[in-house]
């Protein structure tokens, strides 16, 4: 499952972020407009097993 989490990440989330304007470290997803400043994050879930594959977004 790490592998397909790393896939999935580098495949699917960090191109639909970057089309969005943000930028990345990690697995974690900033944009400044103005004087805000958005911030998401991918954190792994402790219940993956070798058949389900789960993450939270912060």
């Known amino acids: ?3 397909l989490f790393k896939q999935v990440i580098k495949q699917d989330v960090k191109p639909f972020f970057s089309a ?6 990690d697995l974690n997803f ?6 805000l400043i ?8 402790t219940g993956n097993t070798w058949d389900k594959l789960s993450f939270y977004v912060n």
């Open 38 to 45: 958005y911030n998401i994050n991918i954190q792994k879930s």
């Open 1 to 3: 499952m790490k592998e």
């Open 30 to 35: 900033y944009k400044t407009e103005g004087q």
């Open 20 to 25: 969005q304007g943000y930028r990345t470290k």
